[in-house]
């Protein structure tokens, strides 16, 4: 019944721009479980202690005063969706004037393509640190963090991990996400600039490569330097954790395999691992607190050259 009904919404789509947002959040929701949110209050102040023993001890580890988002939420896969549609609208607002020679038949299969990307995503995302960029009437400073409660319990009991462990596991990481940030005020328009350059350009019907390539370096000093916070500041042994977890996504069926392909997830986890290889050797050979150097300003970003020969920024730094 839930993927009849998402079919039906992705062909009934409508509109006037290339993607009937309306229709995607619907289909989206339509095809996938959203899980439960059945939690003692135990479980609730669990979440709530983690999110501040990390910030307390990713302050403590980083040097970096930052504060949590004033948006903290246990959600299901229904409200991650509908969180999300509206991002990914913001993101694609440019293309919305492209539909080609056939708008309805472009609509709909635009409407249905993302309704398979949110699908996979909403199915699979655990934590996630939204700096909410691109959004009107919203403040540079302000961001959010969510937990998809059903998704963490899900692959928890998957891994055969232990429940509370890998809740903390989780928000720590994304903790180290809003330190980055509360440490670089000037990240979400750095990012929402080069966003709105490439989507324009590909409205334009050209891919602006140099722009992929300055957003793909500067993800992967974000990711990056969140392994290292996480590597100083969690207080246990997580690499379990993460080698069970990548045997997980290794062990994922074909299809599977091709969506995260095509969304760029396979990207992601290269971009860990350049990231935290270039921030090892920087605070072996400096300290992390001169690492969180990177986020005085744009221009301490490094270089894609940089990241793989990381002496280079340190001689640029010094």
Do not use: C
Not at 61 to 74: H, K, N
Not at 133 to 162: C, K, M, S
Not at 231 to 242: C, G, N, P, Q, T
């Amino acid at each position: 019944m839930g993927l009849y009904r998402s079919m039906r919404a992705v062909t009934g789509a409508s509109g006037s721009g290339a993607i009937d947002w309306s229709a995607v959040a619907e289909a989206t929701k339509a095809a996938t479980d959203p899980g439960s949110l059945d939690i003692d209050d135990a479980e609730r102040e669990g979440y709530a202690t983690d999110v501040r023993d990390a910030r307390n001890r990713v302050r403590e580890v980083s040097g970096i005063d930052f504060d949590l988002p004033e948006t903290v939420e246990i959600i299901n896969r229904h409200h991650w969706t509908d969180n999300n549609v509206e991002t990914f609208e913001r993101v694609m607002a440019p293309l919305e004037d492209h539909v080609g020679m056939f708008p309805s038949a472009a609509r709909k299969i635009n409407s249905g393509t993302m309704t398979v990307a949110l699908s996979f995503l909403a199915r699979n995302v655990l934590g996630q640190y939204d700096p909410l960029l691109l959004a009107e009437g919203v403040g540079a400073d302000e961001h959010a963090l969510y937990f998809v409660h059903p998704n963490i319990q899900r692959v928890a009991d998957t891994l055969d991990a232990d429940n509370d462990r890998f809740r903390r596991w989780i928000a720590f990481h994304e903790v180290t996400h809003a330190a980055e940030f509360g440490a670089a005020p000037w990240l979400p328009g750095h990012l929402e600039t080069r966003m709105e350059q490439a989507v324009d350009r590909l409205a334009d019907g050209d891919v602006d490569r140099e722009t992929l390539g300055e957003l793909d370096t500067t993800m992967t000093a974000v990711e990056g330097y969140a392994e290292l916070l996480m590597d100083r500041a969690f207080d246990d042994e997580y690499e379990d954790l993460r080698e069970e977890l990548e045997k997980r996504r290794q062990g994922r069926g074909p299809v599977q395999k091709l969506i995260r392909r095509v969304l760029g997830l396979s990207m992601k986890r290269r971009q860990y691992e350049r990231g935290k290889d270039f921030f090892d050797s920087v605070a072996d050979a400096r300290g992390i607190e001169y690492a969180g150097k990177v986020w005085e300003q744009p221009e301490n970003l490094p270089s894609d050259d940089e990241i793989e020969e990381p002496g280079l920024w340190l001689q640029r730094m010094d």
